[in-house]
Structures are given as structure tokens and as C-alpha cells.
């Protein structure tokens, strides 16, 4: 497996663009992105389980319930939620797609994302529909990207190149998120292609099972928006023979998804609003694959731990409160703590009790930009690892104008 450029547009037969149709006030900001395969596609998409749920998610699944899509339409500065309207709108963006692309409106899916409960305007999506389906290209990926950002400070995108049956295929990737980040069978908004014939059966497997180890795994702020979806396109154009089972095709296949898919997680980790560290937290050696994740969720979720990071304090104590309250079925006894850098590891409780550790050496590795916190439960061989990010005054400043 071999990292490549071009991301979404990696894939055969993907092209991309993005561009700012004024759905935004910033005219430097590029507010409306369009993915299309130029043949259809197997898709599957996951969607956030928060009751309150975006027009696009509603309308999306209704279009994706076969299995089939061929482009992906998403604005960002409004997130079309909890509006009267919001339904006719998304079926709206799609309709004007699908015009353009001699498509079915049907086969495609739809993202929104920005403010809640502010109304979305058709009008500036129809005015400038030509121009972003005419821009259309391999080179255009970038600009996608751009136009899904909303409090983003960086871009996050990713593409892996692998063989199947020695049939070289592709599997790219973007996404957008920074706030609002605790998802629950979903995250944000990410949108993936590939050019691997699969069934569609075998996709939506692989990507609901992906994502409990990945985007699940991430959490900002604590709060499930109400428009997080991954969304996956498979176009099939590669060449390789269809997976259609558990085989050794799919397991290189859910391999290359992976690294898609865990590289864009700690990306969204890492551009956290206001953070400045990159936050792991390692759980290992549990009973279960799920305490394991319960408990580094537990950690990298407590704002206690977060803030901690944030002013590089050793607060381990911190950490075994947040391991005590995550309902898990663990020995705090046998609990043992680490931090780590790239460079450095420092034990800073064995045994569920606290050791002599140099203040100093903790000072050096708190204060690093991607901080790993290693809890070693000692009750067994499973692993599991949480993304996450410092807590920062910053974080407090966007949030407490984020509409204005």
C-alpha cells in the first residue's frame, strides 16, 4: 500500500470541484462542493444518531436505501436543519445536480453543514449550479475540500494506492470538522471514493465496521452533531474481480480503507477548534475490544484530562477518575499509566497508584504538538486507541460567536 495524491479524485473515473456560490458571507470562502463518478456506483453511507437530524441526512438515506449512487452535492455555512423546509431544499440541491449531470436526482447524496436553524436558500446553489458542474476535473479535488470547511483551519485529505488480485485500486478521502465532534455511528462529514468493484453488501460492512474503530474513536467537544455521515462511492472501475465475501480481496481492501479512514480521524483530532496538541489515547492489553474503547473514550472525552493536556500538567489522577466513571469492567489495581511523545515515555502510575516520575521529562512531553496517553489494563490482549484534543481558551472564544 503506497499513499498518493488527488485524494476523491485519486480513484478512476472521480472528478471533482468546489466553488463559492455566496451561501457564505466570506466571498473568499468556497461554500459548495460536487463529487461525481462518471459511471454509478455502490454506496453506503452511516449517519449520526442524534434524534435532531439534518434535512440532507433524511434525504440521503432515503436515496442511498438501495445501495446505488453516482455523486455527493454538500454546502457548507448552513447546516439546512430544523427548518420547515429543509427537505424540499436538500431534494432541491439534488434536482439541480442531477439537471446539470444528466443524472438521477435519486443517485445522489446530499451533506449540509454550518449554522442550525438559520433557513437555505435554492437561489444562490441554482445561480451557480454550470459553474461548479463545469469545473468538474481531477485537479478541481482541492477546491472540494475547501468548500466542506467550515471552522477548519486545515485541510484534510488522504488517498492510498494497493493491489487486489494484482489489480492496482484506489481508495481517496476528505473531510471537514472541528466542533460539534462526538459521533455516535457517524462523524462530521467525510466522503470517501474508490475505484474496487464491490458489492454493495460487502461495502456498507466495511465501512460500519470501520468507522467503530476510527471516526467513532474521535471526540472534540463532546457534542453529536445533527448532520454527521461518512459517505463511501465504489464505482468499480479498477478492474478487479467483485468482492462479494470475507475474503482475502476484502481484507486488503478494509486494510487500505483503514488507513484512510484512521488518517482523516486523527487529521479532525488534531484541528480541533482552538487546540493546539494532538491528543491518542491507547488503552491495551483489555478483556474486550469494547472496554477497551470505553475506557480510552472515557479519557479522551473528560475535560478535565483535556485542559490538563492543554497546560502540559502531569494530572494522572485525572485519568484514573475518567477510567473510574466509564462504566468499564476493569482491576484499577493492575492499571498502569504512561505519556508518551515520539521521543520519550514516562510511567506515571503503576498499579493503580502513583510512582516517583520526573516533572521535568513530563513537562517535555505534555508540551510536544501529539501527546500519546498509554493505559495498560493488564487484564487480557485487546487494543483500542481514542483521538482527541487539548482544551483550550480559544476553543471558548470561537464557540461564543460561532453564528454571528
Known amino acids: 500500500m503506497e499513499y498518493i495524491s488527488n485524494s476523491i479524485t485519486a480513484p478512476i473515473g472521480f472528478n471533482a470541484n468546489g466553488i463559492h456560490c455566496g451561501i457564505r458571507k466570506n466571498k473568499n470562502k468556497r461554500d459548495l462542493a460536487l463529487i461525481l463518478s462518471d459511471s454509478i456506483c455502490t454506496a453506503a453511507c452511516v449517519y449520526t444518531k442524534n434524534l435532531v437530524k439534518g434535512a440532507p441526512i433524511i434525504v440521503t438515506q432515503k436515496n442511498v436505501s438501495n445501495g446505488y449512487a453516482q455523486a455527493i452535492i454538500c454546502n457548507s455555512g448552513n447546516a439546512n436543519t430544523c427548518n420547515d423546509n429543509g427537505v424540499d431544499i436538500a431534494m432541491g440541491m439534488c434536482e439541480l445536480a442531477a439537471d446539470y449531470l444528466n443524472i438521477d436526482p435519486t443517485d445522489i447524496i446530499v451533506a449540509s453543514t454550518g449554522v442550525i436553524g438559520q433557513k437555505l436558500s435554492l437561489e444562490p446553489i441554482k445561480k451557480h449550479m454550470k459553474e461548479l458542474c463545469d469545473g468538474l476535473s481531477k485537479e478541481n479535488n482541492i477546491y472540494a475540500t475547501q468548500a466542506i470547511m467550515t471552522t477548519d483551519t486545515r485541510i484534510k485529505e488522504v488517498a492510498v494506492s494497493f493491489e487486489v488480485n494484482g489489480v492496482e485500486c484506489r481508495i481517496g478521502g476528505i473531510a471537514k470538522g472541528s466542533g460539534m465532534i462526538h459521533p455516535n455511528m457517524a462523524t462530521m462529514l467525510a466522503f470517501l471514493t474508490t475505484d474496487v468493484h464491490i458489492s454493495k453488501e460487502m461495502l456498507q460492512k466495511a465501512l460500519s465496521e470501520d468507522i467503530e474503530d476510527t471516526f467513532n474513536m474521535i471526540s472534540i467537544d463532546g457534542d453529536t452533531s445533527t448532520n454527521d455521515m461518512v459517505s463511501i462511492l465504489a464505482n ?37 477548534e482552538g487546540a493546539t496538541k494532538l491528543l491518542e489515547c491507547k488503552a491495551v492489553n483489555g478483556p474486550s475490544k469494547a472496554v477497551c474503547q470505553t475506557v480510552a473514550k472515557s479519557v479522551i472525552c473528560s475535560n478535565l484530562v483535556k485542559a490538563a493536556m492543554f497546560g502540559a500538567d502531569a494530572n494522572w489522577g485525572r485519568i484514573l477518575c475518567a477510567i473510574g466513571y466509564s462504566g468499564a469492567d476493569v482491576d484499577i489495581s493492575k492499571i498502569n499509566v504512561s505519556f508518551c511523545s515520539d521521543t520519550d515515555a514516562l510511567m506515571v502510575c503503576e498499579k493503580g497508584y502513583g510512582v516517583d516520575f520526573s516533572e521535568e521529562l513530563a513537562k517535555k512531553i505534555l508540551s510536544q504538538e501529539e501527546i500519546t496517553i498509554m493505559i495498560d489494563l493488564n487484564l487480557g490482549e485487546y487494543n483500542a486507541t481514542a483521538y482527541g484534543c487539548d482544551l483550550t481558551y480559544d476553543y471558548v472564544k470561537i464557540n461564543g460567536d460561532y453564528r454571528t
Do not use: P
Open 236 to 272: 468499480g472501475q479498477s478492474g478487479n474481480i467483485e468482492i462479494t465475501e470475507e475474503n482475502i480481496a476484502y481484507a486488503i481492501f478494509t486494510e487500505a480503507l483503514n488507513a484512510v479512514t484512521s488518517t482523516l480521524s486523527r487529521m479532525i483530532a488534531k484541528d480541533g
